[in-house]
């Protein structure tokens, strides 16, 4: 309390432009010098009592690493292909038993979900009868009957304005997300440039990014591209890939950060149902590969 009345006291004299303040019966100068009066010194410290200091007069800051549960998450379909285990296959398995093998390929990516999911979609490597090889260890145990799907992560898909091509990325319905970040990645044979999207003629209708609020049950579309220069202006960024010694694909890269951009971040809670999705309202199979990811923390963590 004695620190708070000193504080305000020191407010109010700065105000209204006086030199000396007096708490219980001693002068506390804030003007002049030690001759005319007694000057207060004051002392900033951190939650654990170590002083501040400064740098040729700036407090010494630095960002805490206060979030420690991070998203890095492709915007992905589900297609109709689906299946379950066969048998169960605990954390760390490579292999997995599918009860049909029916649509699945060498080289689709799998949703594996069972109220936890696998945050980083595996890549089936090799398929032989219903015995799939993966291209990493599963992060969690799964059991008989625990769901499969096929996952299309690149965008390179056809889609028109009346029937649009739907990409999703989403919270498990028990955590909320603050996305802070969106990289995308083209890949094309010939060279891009601002005036087109990748390497192919400005879009017609464009790739809608939105946010859906489960609650509302309503939309909140946050940009529409048509060229790479739509993603400048929005993003600040892009890059534009050459082919190394003349093979490879040529490429266009992008990455933006909410937070610096406009101040806020992208607010999805799984809780109400609410996800990001991208639209592609045109035909992009002309290009090699379309892939876009969300980065952030979970809330609370």
Do not use: C
Not at 98 to 117: E, K, M, P, R, Y
Request: charged share 15%; no cysteine; hydrophobic share 35%.
């Amino acid at each position: 309390m004695i620190k708070k009345i000193i504080l305000l006291a020191f407010l109010f004299s700065s105000v209204f432009a006086l030199d000396t303040i007096t708490y219980q019966g001693e002068k506390l100068q804030t003007n002049g010098d030690y001759a005319s009066g007694r000057i207060l010194k004051v002392s900033l410290t951190d939650g654990l009592g170590n002083p501040l200091q400064s740098f040729n007069g700036a407090i010494n800051t630095h960002d805490a690493d206060v979030h420690h549960s991070f998203i890095n998450n492709y915007f992905h379909q589900h297609t109709a292909t689906e299946t379950t285990f066969a048998a169960d296959a605990p954390a760390g398995s490579t292999q997995i038993t599918l009860t049909s093998a029916t649509g699945f390929a060498v080289g689709d990516f799998v949703h594996i979900q069972d109220g936890v999911s696998e945050t980083v979609h595996p890549k089936i490597t090799v398929l032989v009868g219903t015995l799939a090889t993966l291209d990493r260890p599963l992060d969690n145990g799964y059991l008989i009957g625990d769901t499969i799907t096929k996952a299309v992560i690149s965008m390179d898909v056809s889609g028109t304005l009346s029937s649009p091509q739907s990409f999703k990325a989403y919270p498990p319905s028990t955590e909320i997300w603050h996305i802070e970040s969106l990289t995308l990645e083209m890949t094309h044979t010939t060279a891009g440039d601002n005036g087109l999207f990748g390497n192919l003629t400005a879009l017609t209708n464009g790739i809608v990014i939105r946010l859906y609020n489960g609650s509302t049950g309503l939309y909140k579309t946050l940009t529409n591209w048509k060229s790479n220069s739509d993603i400048v202006v929005d993003i600040g960024n892009i890059t534009y890939s050459t082919r190394s010694g003349g093979g490879g694909d040529y490429g266009t890269n992008s990455i933006g950060n909410f937070k610096d951009n406009t101040g806020s971040v992208v607010f999805v809670n799984g809780t109400q149902g609410d996800y990001l999705e991208i639209l592609v309202q045109d035909n992009l199979t002309a290009l090699n590969s379309f892939r876009a990811k969300v980065q952030g923390h979970i809330e609370g963590y």
